[in-house]
């Protein structure tokens, strides 16, 4: 069985620009999340999307953002790059609930 | 606002010596108590789990965990480690959010390196 996958791998942008990351859940799975992984701050929660509904969003200003797609796939979105915004961007899936998630092996954002 | 602490950041143990990892969560209701790892070189995954039930858990490789509700706590151990438990663990908290919606919180993490 396939795990959560995620593209790209490495991403480099400069402050001001915009990028989208990938993420696609394991078959079956309905409930993607996206967290930010900043060095010594933990996993920060960003968004919960479910059957293609925002469900939660985390403390983040509203230049994140994202959808998820019919085949639950989803995108995540940052406007307006800060230099802060640097970090490693964790997706995860799960069954509808609060359930286990697994993890997918992240896109590395850098911004300079 | 809801938290999970994780008071150890970085902890190194000599091989075969007993570990105890702190998790302590801000939150009165129900929760559901998780802890992940992650490997150097792997994505996260999950260790253990308690939803109900047996408060005391057991997940792979040997690790275990304790749910004292009266203490918000969910400490993670293991009698005897081994190098191969050198990785970064996670506790993480699942709290219901209202409207029947929930979110997920996680600690900052602990480095464990295992000494040969």
């Known amino acids: 069985e396939a795990g959560v996958t995620q593209s790209p791998t490495h991403l480099i942008k400069t402050r001001g620009q915009q990028v989208t990351l990938r993420c696609s859940p394991i078959?079956?799975?309905?409930?993607v999340y996206w967290y930010q992984q900043a060095l010594g701050l933990g996993l920060q929660f960003l968004l919960w999307?479910?059957?293609?509904?925002?469900?939660n969003r985390g403390n983040f200003p509203p230049r994140f953002s994202g959808r998820q797609f019919p085949n639950y796939s989803s995108e995540l979105n940052v406007n307006a790059l800060e230099l802060e915004d640097s970090a490693l961007y964790l997706c995860?899936?799960?069954?509808?609930?609060?359930?286990?998630?697994?993890f997918g092996p992240g896109t590395r954002l850098t911004v300079l | 606002a809801q938290s999970v602490s994780q008071h150890n950041h970085h902890v190194i143990l000599s091989e075969a010596a007993s570990l105890e990892l702190g998790c302590n969560y801000s939150?009165?209701?129900?929760?559901?108590l998780f802890w992940y790892v992650q490997y150097p070189g792997q994505h996260l995954q999950l260790l253990l789990k308690?939803?109900?039930?047996?408060?005391l858990v057991k997940g792979i490789k040997g690790f275990e965990a304790e749910f004292i509700k009266s203490k918000f706590s969910f400490n993670l151990r293991k009698p005897s480690v081994q190098w191969s438990d050198t990785a970064e663990y996670f506790c993480?908290?699942?709290?219901?959010f209202g409207s029947g919606t929930y979110k997920y919180i996680f600690g900052t993490g602990t480095r464990l390196k295992v000494l040969a």
């Open positions: 995860a899936s799960s069954f509808t609930g609060p359930d286990t998630q697994y």
């Open positions: 078959s079956g799975h309905t409930s």
């Open positions: 999307y479910d059957e293609g509904e925002e469900r």
């Open positions: 939150y009165g209701g129900t929760v559901n």
């Open positions: 308690y939803f109900s039930g047996d408060p």
């Open positions: 993480a908290v699942n709290a219901p």
